[in-house]
């Protein structure tokens, strides 16, 4: 069964509309949390990392007070796609990994983000 | 140049048929994945190697460490297993990033 479940699995709002998703380890301590942006055909993009109690770290080109990343607490991860327009419509993904060792990343199911 | 290179691009199979595809890198790694991603774009994570080779089901993935080179094989292919097939290395230079292949479209007709 799933791992890592991520909610919702499809949005569709307004222009302007601040979206937020949810990123849960379900059996495990999520110490590091991933954010990828995936378009159409295309690979996963990795938007941000985040480690529990710290600030994410954004990859070049991603805008940190776009995408707010919040990873309060061990199992949860949210990110929040502020005043979002038509541009930022795409399939966003967590995943997660454990804290010791060389330990495998779990993805979520993946949310389908359509700005009208 | 991407750093993780995967062949073939497309494949498509006759159910019951041996599926391979290949994942070549160029960066020092400490573990290599093998992932599904559905239609639906959900992705599972098949197998995570290090060293040698696993098996799950009708699944086996090998690397090859000094010759930085990785295959998936499905073994009795059956139409379910049409997916893309995503490899990725976490290098030991990209601070435990995963670095993903351009996936595999694998379509295993009936």
């Known amino acids: 069964g799933a791992v890592v479940s991520q909610h919702p699995s499809w949005v569709i709002c307004k222009s302007g509309t601040s979206v937020k998703i949810e990123c849960r380890s379900l059996d495990f301590q999520a110490t590091t949390m991933f954010w990828y942006r995936q378009f159409p055909k295309q690979s996963l993009m990795l938007m941000a990392t985040?480690?529990?109690?710290?600030?994410?770290?954004?990859e070049q080109g991603v805008e940190k007070d776009k995408f707010l990343i919040n990873h309060a607490s061990l199992t949860l991860s949210t990110l929040t796609v502020t005043s979002a327009h038509p541009e930022d419509s795409s399939f966003y993904i967590c995943s997660a990994r454990a804290r010791a060792g060389n330990q495998p990343q779990h993805f979520g199911d993946g949310t389908r983000l359509s700005i009208l | 140049k991407n750093e993780v290179e995967q062949s073939p691009q497309n494949l498509t199979a006759q159910e019951g048929e041996f599926i391979t595809i290949n994942c070549s890198y160029s960066?020092?790694?400490?573990?290599l994945h093998w992932l599904q991603q559905h239609p639906g774009g959900g992705i599972v994570s098949l197998f995570m190697l290090s060293s040698g080779k696993k098996k799950h089901g009708r699944l086996i993935a090998t690397i090859n460490i000094q010759e930085k080179h990785s295959s998936l094989h499905i073994t009795a292919s059956h139409p379910r297993d049409s997916a893309v097939y995503i490899c990725?290395?976490?290098?030991?230079?990209?601070?435990?990033?995963?670095?993903f292949g351009a996936g595999t479209q694998v379509v295993v007709t009936p």
């Open positions: 985040s480690n529990e109690g710290s600030k994410a770290t954004y």
């Open positions: 990725a290395v976490r290098s030991t230079v990209s601070w435990g990033k995963l670095q």
């Open positions: 960066v020092g790694i400490s573990a």
